[in-house]
């Protein structure tokens, strides 16, 4: 329905276009030499061409023009990438003038108006936030001191699974893990956790998925320059309601800070042994002499930047990993064999167990590969310059569909079947640290995540547990459809009863 009703608005949009003079919309398409395009209409340009799932409609669209093909959204020009060396001479030679993001009024509206990090521009600001995000959060020493944390509520989650498991009771994998990585990402950035209470869990859960959702739905009024003012597709009310949600846990958390704080510095303590990312921020926040001056919009906006990037994307990677393996059982025993040989079964499986399990890596891989954190590598050209020989203008949006790399065969034999054994032989070791861009579901450059570490940390162990400690049932094949979003979330919700294969869970104290 909700598809139907865009594609009622672009038609409505169309039809009040055809009044207005086209010459405009040809003059600017037919400057210099572009990449091949497919056939436009007047003011919505390729938007009539585009579903709720962009990445596939992109796909389908370079079977027929290319590797590199040029879209109007709207009056937005954008080019299509499909190909890794394409996509090198955009993300790596041409660098400097694709390291900026665009920003689309959603993102704009949750991040207290462009005062973020990750869609942030590249410069000063950018780096600034970047240099505390690694040193003081997701540094490698950063990560050993807080792997203990990280344990901590990883036990909690296979605990609940157990609890399930026992009592025969379906378990919605996705959101569990949604609420595990919540739990995570808060206590290394805030020192606190959402509330044991399950309806508070549920919010925060709403919160994130409800804030991926609109991020990546394509928005008309972002598009064309006479509906920026109107919200054809009821946005507003939802990014509304999402923002004042967040801003009021925000304050609640910032507050508290403030007063333990003030509290320390009258009783006259030194600073504390550990402190966290928000306490960090806020200390920078208060000195007149930073470097940057951070403003409480700022480090609110930062903080659901690392929600936003540290929760979601992991869930969603673990879930379609554990729904390949369901769908492919021969591959869950292989893995589960080449975790017993390491662990046997008198140990939970640990972080540094990684390196001696190669197969499993494998299958984060294949993962990644089929079902990659977001579909896009997105951004937006600083200046003009000449790539592969085509003239590509300033303010122009860049895609990079990694969605449909992961599906060539000209790159993968059989790219549609789930394999792991593919990055097993020695003519296939690549790396997901963006330096192979085949394969690069973290990005690239001086803009690939900075969660990397910790993603190839926590989605490899966390799913190892779930495949050394339980017996996954469902009735039937899993789904494997898609849901429209920021990243790539599943269409529906991956439900199994967790039936423990032994008791490998120490008791939490």
């Known amino acids: 329905m909700a598809e139907f009703q865009d594609y009622v608005t672009l038609f409505l949009v169309w039809l009040v276009s055809t009044i207005l003079v086209r010459a405009i919309f040809k003059k600017n398409q037919n400057k210099g030499n572009r990449p091949p395009s497919p056939p436009a209409l007047p003011i919505i340009g390729h938007l009539h061409l585009i579903s709720q799932l962009p990445h596939q409609s992109f796909h389908k669209l370079s079977t027929r023009y290319g590797p590199i093909m040029q879209i109007f959204l709207g009056s937005v020009p954008c080019v299509v990438v499909s190909n890794?060396?394409?996509a090198k001479e955009f993300l790596k030679t041409h660098e400097t003038c694709f390291s900026n993001r665009f920003t689309s009024y959603a993102v704009h509206y949750l991040s207290y108006g462009s005062k973020d990090f990750l869609f942030a521009p590249y410069g000063n600001y950018w780096k600034f936030m970047k240099k505390i995000c690694m040193s003081e959060l997701l540094g490698g020493r950063n990560l050993d001191k807080l792997l203990p944390l990280r344990q901590q509520e990883t036990l909690r989650f296979l605990r609940l699974l157990q609890k399930k498991g026992e009592a025969c009771e379906g378990v919605d994998v996705g959101g569990e893990l949604l609420t595990l990585a919540n739990r995570v990402i808060s206590r290394?950035?805030?020192?606190?956790?959402?509330?044991?209470?399950?309806n508070d869990v549920e919010e925060i859960r709403k919160m994130v998925i409800d804030t991926a959702e609109l991020v990546g739905k394509f928005n008309v009024s972002d598009f064309i320059w006479f509906c920026k003012n109107f919200d054809l597709q009821g946005m507003k009310k939802r990014l509304k309601e999402i923002h004042d949600r967040f801003d009021t846990m925000m304050e609640g958390v910032i507050e508290e800070h403030e007063r333990e704080r003030k509290k320390r510095k009258e009783e006259g303590e030194g600073a504390a042994e550990f402190r966290d990312l928000l306490d960090i921020l806020l200390g920078i926040h208060e000195d007149e002499s930073s470097e940057i001056k951070l403003t409480r919009e700022n480090i609110k906006a930062f903080i659901l930047d690392i929600f936003m990037a540290g929760t979601d994307t992991s869930a969603i990677t673990i879930e379609?990993?554990?729904?390949?393996?369901?769908?492919?059982?021969?591959?869950?025993?292989?893995?589960?064999?080449?975790?017993?040989?390491?662990?046997?079964?008198?140990?939970?499986?640990?972080?540094?167990?990684?390196?001696?399990?190669?197969?499993?890596?494998?299958?984060?891989?294949?993962?990644?590969?089929?079902?990659?954190?977001s579909p896009f590598i997105d951004r937006e050209s600083s200046e003009s310059c000449n790539v592969c020989g085509y003239e590509i203008p300033a303010k122009t949006w860049l895609f990079v569909n990694l969605w449909s790399m992961g599906r060539d065969p000209n790159l993968w034999k059989d790219p549609l079947e789930f394999r792991p054994e593919r990055f097993i032989s020695e003519e296939n070791q690549v790396d997901v640290r963006g330096q192979h861009f085949q394969l690069m579901p973290f990005g690239t450059g001086r803009r690939m995540c900075p969660g990397t570490s910790l993603a190839l940390q926590v989605v490899p162990t966390t799913l190892a547990a779930m495949i050394q400690c339980f017996e996954w049932k469902v009735d039937g094949t899993v789904n494997m459809e898609e849901k429209p979003a920021m990243t790539l979330p599943r269409a529906y919700p991956l439900v199994c009863v967790p039936v423990p294969r032994f008791d490998c869970v120490p008791s939490i104290v």
Not at 354 to 371: D, F, G, W
């Open 320 to 373: 379609w990993a554990l729904a390949e393996l369901i769908n492919h059982p021969h591959v869950m025993e292989k893995a589960r064999q080449e975790i017993d040989s390491v662990t046997g079964k008198t140990r939970l499986i640990q972080e540094s167990d990684l390196i001696n399990l190669p197969y499993l890596q494998a299958i984060v891989k294949e993962t990644l590969r089929i079902h990659p954190t």
């Open 188 to 198: 290394m950035s805030m020192s606190q956790t959402s509330s044991e209470n399950d």
């Open 84 to 86: 890794p060396e394409i």
